[in-house]
Nanobody, 117 residues
């Protein structure tokens, strides 16, 4: 089993920045990709950004140029730097992990990000 623990959420004004962190523990051998999803009230959970163990990244169109995902394989951590935040970025952000050719099977408990206008 893999455990994921997020930190770094909070309340910020529009235009501000936040950095989310996620540490993975447990049976992490073979974890290929880590990522961040978010879910706003009344909306489906959506992928925000993901990064493979080799450093390949992908982003939702809505956050390109504003958010940056990074990973420290030695520390089993993944980060999401969020700049130029908008009220529509308000959501619960979840850290997720997956093995190669598998679904996103592992999830953190989520951290709230609230952006005020």
């Amino acid at each position: 089993q893999v455990q994921l623990v997020e930190s770094g959420g909070g309340l910020v004004q529009a235009g501000g920045s936040l950095r989310l962190s996620c540490v993975a523990s447990g049976s992490i051998a073979g974890i290929n990709a880590m990522g961040w999803y978010r879910q706003a009230p009344g909306k489906q959970r959506e992928l925000v950004a993901a990064i493979t163990s080799g450093g390949t990244t992908n982003y939702a169109d809505s956050v390109k140029g504003r958010f940056t995902i990074s990973r420290d394989n030695a520390k089993n951590m993944v980060y999401l730097q969020m700049n130029s935040l908008k009220p529509e970025d308000t959501a619960v952000y979840y850290c997720a992990a997956k093995r190669l050719l598998r679904h996103w099977d592992y999830w953190g408990q989520g951290t709230q990000v609230t952006v005020s206008s």
